[in-house]
Structures are given as C-alpha cells and as structure tokens.
C-alpha cells in the first residue's frame, strides 16, 4: 500500500483543522496546501465574488417570506457519516474513494458537499422532531460552504469550490391543508417569474419513468413539491442572470433558456440538475430532489409526518461566468489587484491586471514492470503536481499513452503548465519544481523516468 502523501502535517500523528485535531490513520490522504485552505471562508466575505453571489441568491430565496435560515458557519471537516452513511450512499459508492475524497482519518473527512449537514439541519426546525424542542421556526435553510474533491488541475477545476446546499420542509396536515399552503406559494413564484421582464424559456421532459417516486406521496405532493422546488431555482437562476443580461445592457425582451434533466442522487427521489443555456453551451448549476423519508427519519423526523426538498448549487462556475473571471484559482489569490475589483452587491466584469506567460513541460514515464501497478490514478498525479506547485499550476493533462505491444510496459505522458497569476516564473524556478515533480513520481510509483 502506497503511502502518498508525506508531507510535514501528516507524518504528525495528528492533523488540526479549524482548531480540533484528529489522529491519523491508513486512510489519511489529505495534504498540506489543502489543509491551508480550510480556514480561509472565502465565500463570507462581502465583497469576494463568492460572497457576492451567494448574498444575492440568499436574499431572493428570503424574499418575502424568510422562509429559509441561513447557517454559513459550518466548517469543512465532517464524519464519513454525515457525508456519506446518513444520506444513504451504497459502501461502494465512487465517491467514498480515497483517490475523489480527502480523508482526515477512517472517521473524518473533509466534506465533498453541503448536503453533509442536511441531516442537522432538518433536525434544527422546530415541530418536527417529538421531544426535541429545535432552534429554528423557519420550515427551510441554506447552508454555504467551501467543499472539498480530489480533482484533476484546468482552469474549471480546483480541489476547493463551493456550494449552496437548500432545504424545505411542510407538514402533513389532515384534510391537505398542506396542499392548499404549498400551492399558494408555489402561485406566487409563478407569479413572480411571468412578472419579470426578462423571460425563461424552460425545457422539462422529465416524467416519473425511471426516476420514481417515493411510496409515501401521493402524486399530487410530488407535483406541488417539486414545482415548489423547481420553480424556486428558476427565480434563483432568473435572479443572478438578468443581473449578468443588464449588465451587458440587454434589459428587455431578453430570454434565458434553462433545461430540468432527470439526476440520481441517493437521497432524494425524484432527482433532477438545472442547466442554463449561455454562450452557446449548457452549463449544470445544480443538483435537486424530493428528500427521501429515509433522510427525514435519520433526523428524527416522525414517519408518514413530512414531506420536503432539497439542493446543492454550485457557486464557483456561475460567480466564474457573472464576474467573467478566466481561472478558477484567482479566488484564491490573496493579490489586492483582485480584490480591490470587487464591491458588495455589485456585479461586474473583471479587469485582468495581467496575464503572465505559461511555462510548457512535460513528464513521460513507464510505468514499474514489476506488475505493482497497472495504473496511476489521475488524481494521485494532480496530488503530486499540486503538493510540489500548488498555485503556480495552471493544467495538468495527459497526452499520451501506450503500450509496447513487444514488452506489454505502460507508457503515460504528462504536460504540466506552470503559470502564476501574480508574477513571472524564472526558467530556474520551473525546473526545479519539474524536478521534483519527475522524483515524486520515482519515489512513490517506482515509474521510470524517460
Ligand atoms: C452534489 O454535490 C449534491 N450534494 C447536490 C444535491 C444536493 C443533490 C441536495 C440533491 C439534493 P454534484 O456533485 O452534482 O451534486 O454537485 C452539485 C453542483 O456543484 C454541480 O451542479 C456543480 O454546479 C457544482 N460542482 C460539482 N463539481 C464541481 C467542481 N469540481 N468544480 C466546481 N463546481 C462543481
Ligand atoms: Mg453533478
């Protein structure tokens, strides 16, 4: 078993995150550039683009009603059962995998979604859970958060993004006087989409077939609910992009197109994605559903009691495309010609101060003959590449790879980019860090270099 990832944190016998410690274990992969971005909350400031967004879109979902509480205080390190077991992941889901998760230890991890904190959530609202008197009267929530996923290295990825995880619940009353509550909220969400100037054209063709129904309700719950749900998101959607529209002055007569598609997700059903149709390409936002019952009662919920929704947004790409910003990492950056572009409750277009040249190189290696290994994982690569370049990478790729049909060995192809966003990198600088990168892989992989 390969022990990857030595750096100083985690030959310690523990590592801290925010504070509390956990002791390591066979299981721990997470490195030390991450860790060093757990405390970071880009998404709380008020005028970084994350923030911005997720202001914007919290304050649509609360209007009139503040319906929803807002949590944005949940920090990154969570169980394996809040992320995984809870929401009822199978134990061979992909994305328990150590080469897609960084894990703190076999216990902890860090949370690759929102929905981690689903759970505590639900559990919060008064009424629901007997015996429990709960914290909060509003029936929904919003959780923004940093999320964490071993990932490959472009300017679209990067192992930290983050997400806005919502949540409604209603409670069953007798003669459906839920039925009459939902509708009414769902008129006027419809109410407020055909009032706006700017129109969405939306596409669903998704039925029930193939993405059921959950037992305990009745069709006419699923259909309120989801609308409720549904038409929710478009007014989010509506909200964020006529803002992106104006500001490219185009007010009028404008429309948007958005498309529902059938998802799976374990915890929800049925499941949906919204996608949205800009600069000729559709773009996922988010995952949606029905909360499964299952969910509702690991919170303590009553059965037969409730029914709900839920979903997890993903800020970056749309904050990426508002803000016109061309590299994932430069939310990052602590450069002040970044921030000082930015203002709160404005969205605007990015100015980039710079663009400093990339610096091409490429890794070719074989892979060990000794039969230990008939792959390396993409992402333990991108791991490699980030823990020796963190920042100063721009992509990583693979180009090619073969096998000698003669002697049956494994050839792979690397081009790595190093480029800054702040500065000029010197030759030197990158060879260096090339040169470690071509040891790191000797040294874990046993490749031979070529
Ligand atoms: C989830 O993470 C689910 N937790 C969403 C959910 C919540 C479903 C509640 C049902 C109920 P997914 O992995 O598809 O699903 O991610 C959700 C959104 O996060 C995506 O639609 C996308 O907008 C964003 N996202 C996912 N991966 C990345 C990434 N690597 N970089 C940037 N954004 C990403
Ligand atoms: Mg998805």
């Given at each position: ?215 305990y309700m009745t069709l006419e719950e699923v259909d309120l609910c989801s ?224």
């Open positions: 078993c390969l022990r990857l990832f030595s750096t100083s944190r985690v030959q310690l016998k523990s590592i801290s995150v925010n504070g509390n410690t956990y002791p390591v274990s066979d299981k721990t992969n997470v490195t030390e550039p991450i860790l060093n971005l757990t405390d970071r909350a880009v998404y709380l400031k008020p005028s970084h683009p994350i923030g911005i967004l997720r202001s914007v879109i919290e304050r649509k979902l609360n209007e009139p009603h503040e319906a929803f509480e807002i949590y944005n205080e949940f920090k990154p390190a969570v169980t394996v059962h809040e992320n995984f077991d809870s929401l009822g992941f199978p134990d061979d889901h992909p994305g328990r995998s150590k080469s897609d998760t960084y894990y703190l230890n076999d216990s902890h991890l860090l949370r690759t979604h929102t929905s981690a904190h689903e759970l505590e959530c639900f559990k919060n609202i008064k009424g629901f859970v007997p015996g429990y008197e709960g914290k909060t009267d509003k029936p929904g929530f919003l959780i923004s958060a940093d999320v964490y996923r071993r990932d490959e290295i472009d300017r679209t990825h990067y192992p930290v993004f983050h997400q806005m995880e919502g949540g409604r619940v209603w409670k069953r009353e007798p003669n459906g006087g839920h039925l009459a509550k939902i509708k009414e909220d769902v008129e006027r969400l419809e109410k407020a989409l055909a009032d706006d100037p700017v129109k969405l054209l939306v596409e669903d063709n998704v039925t029930l077939e193939g993405n059921p129904k959950q037992d609308r409720h749900l549904k038409r929710s998101l478009e007014l989010v959607v509506l909200e964020v992009f006529k803002r992106k529209l104006a500001s490219m002055g185009n007010v009028k007569g404008e429309e948007l197109k958005v498309r529902w598609i059938q998802a799976y997700f374990p915890w929800t059903a049925p499941s949906w994605e919204i996608e949205v149709f800009w600069q000729n390409d559709w773009l996922e936002l988010c995952g949606s559903g029905l909360v499964r019952e299952e969910v509702l009662l690991n919170a303590g919920y009553e059965s037969n009691q409730t029914i709900g929704w839920a979903f997890g947004l993903g800020l970056d790409r749309i904050a990426m495309l508002l803000f016109e910003i061309p590299d994932i990492r430069l939310f990052w950056t602590l450069d002040d010609r970044f921030h000082s572009q930015f203002k709160e409750g404005t969205i605007n277009k990015f100015k980039p101060y710079s663009k400093y040249p990339g610096t091409i190189r490429d890794v070719a290696f074989w892979l060990p003959t000794d039969g230990t290994l008939n792959i390396i994982h993409e992402n333990d690569l991108m791991e490699i590449v980030r823990n020796v370049a963190g920042d100063l990478v721009e992509c990583v790729k693979l180009i090619d790879s073969f096998t000698n049909p003669k002697t049956g060995r494994k050839s792979m192809c690397y081009r790595i980019n190093y480029q800054s966003m702040d500065r000029n990198l010197t030759n030197e600088e990158v060879n260096q860090l090339q040169d470690k990168v071509r040891d790191t892989l000797v040294k874990l992989f046993g490749v031979e270099l070529r």
